[in-house]
Structure formats: C-alpha cells, structure tokens
C-alpha cells in the first residue's frame, strides 16, 4: 500500500484528541498509542513465527509497546533468534513489560544502534528496574541524542512522568499481520504530529523514525525528521535522514529532490545536481526540475544548466522563466568565450 502526501498532517481516523501542551513538554515518555490495540495481540504473536524477520522485527516491537502479558511466552522464544534486531526488539519489549528476563537484550540495543532505538531500550529498562538495567542506563547519560541523554537523566532520578494516553479508533480485530503492522507506523504519524505541535521537535524525530521501522516506503518522514534535525542543529543526522529516504525509496523523484534541495541548503551543489538529476530522471515536476538547473550553475557547470533549461523550456512552453535563463546563460557563456 501506498501511503499519500500527508507529511505531518494525519487522517482525521489517526489524530490525536487535544490535550495540553504542558502534559507533553512535562514528559520524555512516548505517548500511549495502542491502549485500544489488545484485540490484535494474537494476530501480532502470530507474526513473530513469520518467515520474515523484518515482520518479527515489527511485531516484537509493537508488542512491547502494546504491553500484553499473553505476547511473554512468544517474546521469550524470540530471545532465541538468530537475527540480533528481532533479539534486541523482544528484550526492549519484555522489559518494558518489566520482565527481567529482557534486560540482557535491552542492554544489546543500547550499543551501535540509532537513537531512536536506545531511547525505547533506555525506556524499558528503566521500568525493568534492577541493578543491570540502571547499570545501562547511567551508561547513556552522555549519549550524542539529547532526547536519549535527557531520558537517562530522568529514569535515574525517578522522574519519568507518563503522556496523556492518546484515545485513538480501536485496532480491528479482521486486520492481517501486514495491516497491523501498516496501521501502527500510521499511529506514529499521529504521534509525530502531536509533539509537532506541542514543539518538541526531538519527540517527533522519534515518532517518525519508529514509524519508518514499521513502513520504510512512508517517503514524506524521511523529509519531516531530515528537515527537523537540520532545525535541532544536528546537520550529519539530517543529511543521513535524507540519503536513507534515497536509498530506501529509489524510484519516487520525491526522495531525490528532498536529498538534493538538502545539499542546495548546505551549499554542496555538486551532490545536488546529482541528486536533482536523479529526480528529473523520475519525473519530478518542472517546478523542481528547475531547481536541478540552478544547482547545476551553482556547482559551475553553466553549459549543463543551459542544456536543462532548454529541456525545461519544452515541459513549460508558457512560462517566461525557461526563456529568461536561457537568455542569460547565453550571455554568460558568451562572454566566458
């Protein structure tokens, strides 16, 4: 399935009911999105005996956060896995469950792993408790992601207030493994969108990047948590959230173009060309194409930008700006000769 161009903005079925804002900026904690989700948790127990570990993977995940007792047994077997990530995710979610039994591979998702993952690790064991769980926690008091750092730094004084729960249309009890899993990453949306709106940029991050876990084709959250994390001042974080969209979602010019107006704002214009052209070759609009032909003049190659322009010029016959470039580049290349 294919998502739309809903960026920030959910579907009314998904967004969140009001609450306060200072119920939000108080907490470090995700906010509950799967209260109404137990009629799903065998459909979800099911999915961890998948052939694919990428859907066992998912479902350990949303299981954690779901927090049903009757996943234990299946989430205990999952700590048996071959694959490290299905491991890691099982332990993150029986420890947030507070089974101790998890902690082992919770403190795993601590070590070479994205921020996003150490903050549920950090999470869980914080509600597991316990000298190994702490242990691991003090660890990231100093983690390069401020939201992990700040985490660490509640759940070691005990301060770790609880988010509104989010009242949100029950999970559906005829939903497939495929389709839980779908309408969960568009849960994260809603919860990305209310910590957009109640300015904790850091929480959205978060919530966008646990939704590309369950859908990484979503390709609008690649540019949400790229553009957040350049506004956060955190310039290389931003620049991978756009490569990743570029790698994850090569055929759609939109993964293309964000990755190359990116580099335009960083003033690197020779891999905004590459990557501009890449979106002109997947058929971005001519509106962004020409973005394409003013990265080429930027990186210095004027006779390439007048050859885009001129191909531009046959897509727009009635806008003045094609002629109005190719004009000047003319100019310019003539006197250059």
């Known amino acids: 399935m294919k998502r739309g161009m809903i960026a920030t903005v959910v579907l009314v079925a998904l967004t969140l009911t009001p609450v306060a804002a200072e119920d939000y900026r108080l907490s470090s904690l995700p906010i509950p999105i799967f209260e109404r989700w137990g009629d799903v948790v065998p459909t979800l127990i099911g999915g961890l005996a998948s052939d694919d570990a990428l859907t066992r993977e998912r479902c350990a995940f949303i299981l954690g956060q779901i927090g049903d007792d009757s996943a234990t047994p299946a989430l205990l077997k999952a700590l048996d896995e071959p694959v490290r990530a299905v491991r890691m995710m099982a332990g993150i979610a029986l420890a947030n469950m507070g089974e101790e039994v998890g902690v082992p591979a919770a403190r795993a998702a ?44 509640r759940a070691l004084a005990g301060d770790m207030p609880q988010a509104t729960p ?14 839980c899993i779908y309408e969960a990453a568009g849960l994260y949306v809603a919860e990305a969108d209310q910590w957009y709106h109640n300015g904790d940029y850091r929480q959205c991050v978060r919530s966008n990047e646990a939704g590309l876990l369950l859908d990484p084709l979503w390709t609008e959250l690649y540019a949400n948590s790229g553009y957040l994390l350049w506004s956060l001042g955190r310039p290389a974080e931003a620049l991978g959230a756009y490569s990743r969209g570029a790698q994850a979602v090569p055929d759609d010019w939109r993964t293309h173009f964000d990755l190359g107006y990116h580099y335009v704002l960083i003033h690197r214009y020779e891999s905004a060309a590459a990557a501009l052209g890449k979106a002109r070759e997947l058929g971005c609009p001519p509106t962004q194409a020409h973005t394409h032909a003013h990265a080429l003049e930027k990186a210095g190659r004027l006779p390439e930008a007048l050859q885009a322009w001129r191909e531009i010029a046959e897509t727009e016959p009635d806008s003045p700006l094609p002629p109005h470039h190719i004009g000047r580049l003319t100019a310019l290349l003539q006197t250059d000769g």
């Open 110 to 153: 601590t070590l070479g792993t994205r921020g996003w993952m150490r903050y549920y690790a950090v999470v869980a064991l914080a509600r597991t408790g316990g000298h190994r769980a702490m242990t691991a926690v003090e660890r990231l008091v100093d983690d390069v992601d401020p939201l992990v750092s700040e985490m660490a730094l």
């Open 166 to 179: 989010a009242q949100l249309t029950e999970a559906n009890t005829t939903w497939t493994v495929d389709e």
